[in-house]
């Protein structure tokens, strides 16, 4: 605004001195800008802040029509100005283009009809010190009709405006940490799990978990009650979500199923004053699969008392679960039939001795004929057959039933709870799923010498294991003789080769 044009006080204006005035006070002669609108208006112009938008050269005009008559002596120190012609020699230096779109809402004002305006503006001392200028002014009675008087305060709310814009920068920081975490993180209000859990304790509940056992539909109900305020972007990449309003509306499948149980110890936790917790936890994404997830949660500082505010924050352990699974799965069976292995055998003969429940029954099933298809074929050929014995059984056993391989070509199944008869019914399937393995694989056929034994309380598995494993003996004596008998019956009717 350095082409404002200075004019001294009239000397016959009635004498007043506002330098007592406790802030920076312009006088300031418009009537040029009233000119000036008065032709646009004859112009047919309406929309003044349209017509400003299309040139900005128009508002610098305007600019150039103020008169600037007098200021007080704040207005100089707030400025750093020695006097008023250093002021107005440096009026380039106070306004620059910064205030223009500022000046345009002033000028729209005046247009409008007002007598007065306001805006906030960016002003420089003469130093280059910015200012952040909050701006009042009123035209003086008796000048409404040529705006010649025009009364400004200018006050300095840097201050201010420096505190909110450090308030802004603060706020943007912490929201791009939230929006930009590595984890999923959920800002939640959890007053209504409060009020649900206060209205369990004042009707004299001091059991909480066994509250809860007789009560499950409770866990149901806080679950429902939890609002979610917020989540980041990596939390509806996780959950598969297109948008925040899609998982907001889906929370129900999210929040499910094996979940149940996680959240009903976490309100255990929060009923005993627990405000920050942490355990790994199930949770869905919205395609259906199983999110493991090590939570975190924690009631916000001065939300203790209502828990309004909560933050979650979800890190997927999904993979880790998924490998710790594997190895505890290679731990526990054996890689060629899938079967249980002899480490796990050991362990669950030992578990079902010490805790039953009784009857025990116990099949001992050995695979005939392995060593002259290992000896005459090849091990991968003997790897297939073990393969579909592996096959017969998963078929056939099912919990709490276990099938094992416990030797090269020796499986048992351990049957807890299970009588004779229904162990005799187990070995009955296992012998028509091996019918039914034959008729599906050409080549060699399964077989199987499958002895059982049911053991009672008190007694020693391992004799019951021995029991069992006579029984296969005996069957594999009859298989042998009756192949024997076989194989000497096709010699005898066989035609005699002759030299």
Avoid at 132 to 148: C, F, N, S, Y
Avoid at 288 to 312: A, K, Y
Wanted: charged share 30%; hydrophobic share 40%; with cysteine.
């Amino acid at each position: 605004m350095e082409s404002l044009t200075p004019s001294p006080l009239p000397t016959e204006e009635p004498a007043f001195d506002f330098d007592m005035a406790p802030v920076p006070l312009w006088l300031e002669d418009f009537s040029g800008i009233k000119a000036k609108f008065d032709a646009w208006r004859a112009a047919g112009v309406t929309d003044l802040q349209a017509f400003l938008a299309e040139d900005r050269g128009r508002v610098r005009e305007c600019t150039a029509l103020i008169r600037v008559l007098g200021v007080n002596k704040r207005t100089l120190t707030l400025f750093e100005a020695a006097d008023l012609p250093d002021l107005i020699a440096n009026l380039g230096t106070v306004f620059s283009d910064e205030m223009l779109d500022s000046h345009v809402d002033e000028l729209v004002q005046l247009w409008n009809g007002s007598p007065e305006f306001t805006s906030q503006a960016v002003n420089h001392t003469l130093t280059g010190r910015r200012l952040d200028i909050q701006l009042k002014a009123q035209m003086l009675p008796g000048h409404e009709r040529d705006w010649t008087r025009i009364l400004i305060a200018t006050e300095d709310v840097t201050a201010r405006e420096d505190a909110r814009r450090r308030a802004h920068l603060s706020e943007s920081y912490a929201r791009g940490l939230f929006e930009h975490s590595p984890v999923s993180l959920w800002v939640e209000d959890f007053s209504a799990v409060k009020n649900l859990i206060d209205g369990v304790r004042d009707r004299g509940v001091d059991d909480f978990r066994t509250f809860l056992d007789v009560h499950p539909e409770f866990v149901t109900r806080c679950m429902t009650e939890i609002r979610v305020i917020d989540v980041n972007r990596h939390t509806l990449d996780l959950f598969r979500a297109a948008d925040k309003a899609t998982l907001l509306r889906r929370l129900g499948e999210v929040f499910r199923d094996a979940m149940q149980q996680h959240f009903k110890e976490q309100l255990i936790d929060l009923w005993n004053g627990k405000l920050f917790q942490q355990r790994e936890v199930v949770n869905y994404s919205l395609d259906g699969d199983t999110l493991h997830v090590h939570m975190q949660f924690s009631v916000l500082p001065g939300r203790e008392r209502d828990w309004t505010l909560v933050q979650v924050a979800l890190t997927d352990i999904t993979a880790r679960k998924k490998a710790e699974a594997y190895l505890e799965y290679l731990g526990k069976h054996e890689v060629l039939t899938k079967l249980y292995n002899r480490s796990f055998y050991a362990d669950e003969l030992n578990r079902l001795e010490r805790m039953g429940p009784y009857p025990v029954s116990v099949i001992i099933a050995d695979m005939n004929g392995l060593k002259p298809i290992n000896d005459e074929l090849g091990h991968a050929a003997g790897d297939a057959m073990l393969r579909r014995a592996g096959e017969v059984l998963s078929g056939a056993v099912s919990k709490p039933h276990h099938a094992a391989r416990i030797g090269g070509d020796e499986f048992c199944v351990l049957m807890p709870a299970t009588s004779d008869e229904e162990a005799k019914a187990m070995v009955e399937s296992i012998e028509k799923l091996v019918e039914i393995n034959n008729q599906f694989y050409a080549g060699n056929a399964l077989s199987f010498s499958i002895g059982r034994a049911t053991g009672v309380s008190g007694e020693r598995l391992e004799e019951v294991v021995k029991r069992a494993d006579a029984a296969m003996y005996e069957k594999k004596k009859e298989y042998y003789s009756a192949e024997s008998v076989d194989r000497r019956r096709r010699e005898a009717t066989s035609p005699a080769i002759t030299p």
